[in-house]
């Protein structure tokens, strides 16, 4: 820091008392009222993953999640968006914790759009004696470096008990896969797990040999990633569905990799067929079909069928896809929200692609009745979104959760079931959150 804003900075905390602890203990014992804590790290140490040299993974309870890192990727007209969609408050004092030269752009930045009380907390989270918040599944999304370090044979916190699989996912053929991909990485078709008309999931015996083929068992960790996440999630949820063990889910996907800076490879890897060792489906709780999704709209107060969709999907200005006709939403389903259009999903994703915060992601689902003492069940157009909703609430240790696997294109194929579109009257306001 310059001496001139090091000047700035020390009048700002002169005249804001509030200011001058610069310890979680100290913020602990004052139950930090009336400031803000920013956690400007990577969104994986966030959720619970310990950062490099700590021992202790988690964040400050009430601390937002900022990385620093993502200033790099942001237009300098859309910050100020997403500082405040985080509930970022540019007016209140403030307290930063991250790597020292990270704070400091984050400082730089605050202080450039108005907020000159700004401090950073001199302690790391393995000193503070105090409780950490982490999601209770963190270890299901992994950071590309956790994953780098597991190929190259080092030793690694939560590793596979029973070998592992890393698996790309893809529609069609490998193109991109094929000039570069994780090292050791499979590469899965989604063709081969979905069939027409609706684009559901293949019988359980076809499952059960996609599986086999992958070299998979039961007990085998498997990790996927995609170039859109979204794909590796709607496999993340039928080998959870047939019974794998071990999910993951590689956070950021293929753009976490490349934003890392690490090794690829070229060309195509194979994997020996084994058998998976017990009987498919052994969750069948995880994906339902239309019987059980009506069974959920008759109980709205103890049970959620969330649409991940855009608000534009789900009011019927739009069907969302070429192939879809009918628009609207299923009759009694619940915005859960989703992205701009039927291929994003920015409502659940940071800039660098990663989990979004889950505070904020339980924040808008309550603001629709729906939280995790209920039975949820996702749904999408055809399933790909609402996985990755799912599995974030996985992530999340929500319990009785499910994705509609017809989603829209299934429900809206048949008359006879109660659809309906339009606005809201007296929709809550973070409805609007991925339109701003």
């Known amino acids: 820091m310059t001496p001139i804003k090091w000047a700035l900075f020390s009048a700002a905390s002169l005249l804001s008392p509030q200011l001058m602890a610069a310890t979680f203990d100290q913020l602990a014992a004052d139950n930090h009222q009336d400031v803000q804590i920013i956690d400007c790290r990577s969104s994986n140490y966030y959720n619970g993953w310990p950062e490099a040299n700590q021992t202790r993974g988690g964040h400050f309870p009430g601390a937002i999640n900022f990385d620093a890192d993502w200033l790099s990727t942001l237009r300098p007209q859309v910050v100020r968006a997403e500082l405040e969609n985080r509930g970022i408050d540019l007016t209140q004092p403030t307290y930063l914790y991250c790597q020292p030269e990270k704070a400091d752009i984050l400082h730089s930045q605050l202080e450039a759009l108005g907020n000159t009380n700004v401090k950073s907390i001199d302690q790391s989270v393995t000193d503070y004696s105090g409780p950490l918040t982490a999601q209770d599944n963190y270890q299901q999304l992994v950071p590309a470096q956790w994953l780098n370090q597991l190929i190259n044979g080092e030793e690694v916190i939560h590793p596979p008990a029973n070998g592992f699989k890393i698996v790309e996912v893809a529609w069609g053929p490998p193109t991109k896969y094929l000039a570069a991909h994780i090292p050791s990485a499979l590469y899965l078709n989604t063709n081969t797990i979905e069939s027409e008309p609706w684009w559901n999931r293949v019988d359980d015996g076809k499952l059960e040999t996609v599986i086999k083929e992958l070299?998979?068992?039961?007990?085998?960790?498997?990790?996927?990633?995609?170039?859109?996440?979204?794909?590796?999630?709607?496999?993340?949820?039928?080998?959870?569905?047939?019974?794998?063990?071990?999910?993951?889910?590689?956070n950021g996907g293929w753009q976490s990799w490349v934003n890392a800076g690490l090794s690829t490879q070229p060309l195509r890897n194979h994997a020996k067929p084994v058998e998976f060792g017990r009987a498919i489906p052994a969750n069948p709780q995880y994906i339902i079909d239309v019987p059980q999704a009506r069974d959920i709209l008759a109980d709205p107060e103890h049970q959620s069928l969330v649409s991940i969709r855009s608000?534009?999907?789900?009011?019927?200005?739009?069907?969302?896809?070429?192939?879809?006709?009918?628009?609207?939403?299923?009759?009694?389903?619940?915005?859960?929200?989703?992205?701009?259009d039927a291929y994003h999903l920015e409502d659940f994703r940071n800039p660098d692609d990663t989990m979004m915060s889950p505070h904020i992601m339980t924040q808008f689902w309550k603001d629709w009745g729906i939280n995790a003492s209920q039975t949820v069940s996702f749904y999408c157009g055809t399933g790909w979104r609402a996985s990755e909703v799912f599995f974030y609430a996985h992530v999340m240790g929500w319990a009785d959760i499910s994705i509609y696997d017809g989603g829209w294109f299934e429900w809206s194929g048949d008359p006879s079931n109660p659809t309906e579109n339009g606005d809201i009257p007296n929709a809550p306001k973070s409805a609007f959150y991925n339109e701003k």
């Not at 534009?312 to 896809?321: D, K, L």
């Not at 070429?322 to 299923?330: A, C, D, H, M």
């Open 311 to 340: 608000w534009a999907e789900y009011t019927g200005e739009t069907s969302g896809y070429r192939y879809i006709e009918p628009k609207g939403r299923i009759k009694g389903s619940k915005w859960g929200h989703g992205g701009s």
């Open 215 to 250: 070299g998979v068992a039961h007990n085998t960790t498997v990790i996927l990633y995609g170039r859109d996440n979204t794909a590796a999630a709607r496999v993340a949820s039928l080998l959870m569905y047939a019974g794998v063990e071990d999910v993951r889910l590689l």
